[in-house]
């Protein structure tokens, strides 16, 4: 035995290294810590608590309020309605209108002159308009109110209506009904007839006012309306509302102009 080795006790037999290409056993992956964010502990705000769970109650509550929110915006338009079709009216004619605009600021006019003579003159068409139709159709409507019941009588010609009036009344009975006094109570009265007058009075007013406006700021509100489009998608809505805006004023001005053609 050589000096530099030394016996080896039963106890202390040397562990040879496992091979290599024995399978290894990996232990089970451990569940992820939970990280909870410090920033507002050391900024002085406490530690933050767990996430709150999704509970029944919870679920049901905020359902509950999405339909109490859906109900009163269905409640609120409902009783904007009126006024939401008096901007839409007013819109719709100040996209017709803004092609003249346009016109006239080109021929070197300032944009405050041009929206004032196009608003002027588009307000003086529309008021000749009704001067020439409301004058004949009052004439008319009241006519036809007085003639109504020879009109009635003109029905006996006929054989069949003739027998039915002979045995249920029939012409009698229209005739009390479709009479000047009645046909006027039906028609709200003087109150109701003043009361009608004033509100289309008032709407009219309010889409000239709205009309003015639109006009006015006709490119500033269509630059806020492209930028609620998303950045990359931008270019191709203004490209086709630009398109579609132009198509709009041209058709109304066409039908402006069949109608004065008309009238």
């Known amino acids: 035995m050589a000096d530099d080795e030394k016996p080896v006790a039963p106890g202390d037999q040397p562990i040879e290294p496992a091979d290599q290409t024995s399978p290894v056993t990996k232990a089970p992956d451990a569940p992820a810590p939970i990280v909870i964010d410090t920033s507002a502990e050391e900024a002085g705000f406490g530690s933050l608590g767990r996430p709150l769970a999704r509970s029944p109650f919870l679920v049901g509550f905020l359902g509950g309020l999405g339909a109490l929110t859906a109900y009163f915006g269905v409640q609120a338009l409902r009783g904007a309605f009126n006024v ?8 719709f004619l100040a996209v017709g209108l803004h092609p003249a605009v346009v016109r006239l600021q080109r021929w070197g006019m300032p944009r405050g002159l041009a929206v004032a003579t196009v608003v002027v003159g588009s307000f003086l068409v529309f008021c000749g308009g009704l001067f020439a139709l409301v004058p004949p159709l009052v004439n008319q409507v009241g006519e036809f109110i007085d003639r109504l019941p020879g009109y009635l009588d003109d029905l006996n010609r006929n054989e069949t209506l003739r027998d039915l009036n002979t045995r249920y009344d029939i012409i009698e009975r229209l005739k009390a009904v479709v009479n000047p006094v009645t046909l006027a109570g039906a028609a709200g009265g003087v109150l109701g007839g003043v009361g009608i007058v004033f509100g289309t009075i008032f709407n009219v007013l309010t889409v000239l006012i ?19 489009v998303p950045a990359s998608r931008r270019e191709r809505v203004q490209a086709l509302g630009d398109e579609v805006l132009a198509k709009i004023g041209g058709y109304i001005t066409g039908a402006l102009l069949i109608s004065l053609l008309a009238g």
Do not use: E, P, S
């Open 84 to 91: 939401l079709i008096l901007l839409f009216i007013a819109a």
């Open 210 to 228: 709205l009309t003015v406006y639109f006009l006015a700021a006709f490119d500033r509100l269509r630059r806020g309306a492209y930028r609620l």
